[in-house]
């Protein structure tokens, strides 16, 4: 372990749970801790979809990357809010269509930080970094971004399960907007959030539950809030849908997790 993966160590604390670490439980994975499954399974017993919701929207992330790396032709990503590294990440996905591909990650969690490493093992010809930086500071992405990125060739941004973080419609809106000014013609904007449109009863429940914790707060959002998010930009088909019929490749059962995917004109 380097020394910023040992001071991310450092700076983790187990006690109170956290919300990757969640996703990570429901994903199936071990980076989790006795408070986070505690308050994962509560969730579970309202929610009990939740695990499919947060493999949905994983498998939601490989075919909006393979979709954007193969049809779209797209060699560049940022991807805000990765999560804690698990099967078919970000980098994995888009070079395994074209291997010079370069990825950014960023993420706020010191946890998924002293997992960089597995985030950064790139194929040879692309390459891949990480930031650790809050999306409600964009300048800051936008800067770190600028070491790996080109900003004058298409870029997807990609905000997976995030901007639930983000409570307030407006600030949401403006985050992406801030984000997306910055990126040229031809680039895309893949977002995915949790909803109470689908399951609204349960899903509130949950939310209600997850809320009254320490850990930051969340929202649900109806599919045309989801939708005002993109602002200006133009969705591609079929817009925003629940994830995992997004471009499916086989039949699948709504999930209470909207998905959609822009092209900046
Ligand atoms: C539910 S996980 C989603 C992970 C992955 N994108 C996916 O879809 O599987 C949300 C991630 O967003 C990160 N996150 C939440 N708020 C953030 C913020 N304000 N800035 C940066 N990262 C944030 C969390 O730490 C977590 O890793």
Redesign the pocket.
């Known amino acids: 372990m380097s020394t910023s993966e040992g001071s991310a160590m450092d700076e983790l604390d187990t006690g109170v749970p ?3 670490r969640l ?1 990570n439980y429901w994903l199936g994975g071990k980076d989790n801790f006795a408070a986070d499954r505690v308050v994962a399974d509560q969730i579970l017993a309202m929610v009990p979809e939740m695990v499919a919701s ?1 493999r949905a ?2 498998a939601y ?1 490989g075919r909006v990357v393979l979709y954007l790396a193969g049809e779209a032709g797209v060699r560049q990503f940022l ?6 590294p698990t099967a078919d990440n970000t980098h994995e996905v888009a070079q395994s269509v074209a291997p010079s591909s370069r990825i950014v990650y ?4 010191p946890l ?1 930080h002293a997992h960089a490493r597995a985030l950064l093992a790139s194929h040879p010809d692309g390459s891949t970094d990480y930031l650790e ?4 500071d964009p300048a800051q992405i936008i800067e770190g971004a600028r070491r790996t990125l080109d900003f004058d060739q298409p870029i997807a941004l ?1 905000l ?3 901007l639930n ?2 409570p307030d419609d407006g600030q949401a809106a403006e985050l992406v907007a801030r984000l997306a000014a910055e990126l040229p013609p031809g680039s895309y904007v893949a977002i ?1 959030h949790p909803t109470n449109e689908i399951n609204g009863e349960t899903m509130e429940s949950a939310l209600r539950l997850w809320n009254e914790g320490p850990s ?1 707060k969340m929202v649900l959002r109806s599919a045309d809030q989801v939708r005002a998010l993109f602002g200006e930009l133009e969705l591609i088909p079929p817009g925003v849908v629940t994830c995992s019929q997004w471009h499916p490749t086989e039949d699948a059962e709504p999930v209470p997790h909207f998905g959609g995917v822009a092209r900046k004109a």
């Open positions: 956290h919300s990757a996703w947060a929207d994983r992330l991807d805000v809010g990765t999560g804690i960023v993420d706020n969690d998924v930086a809050d999306l409600r990609t997976l399960g995030i973080f983000i995915s930051a």
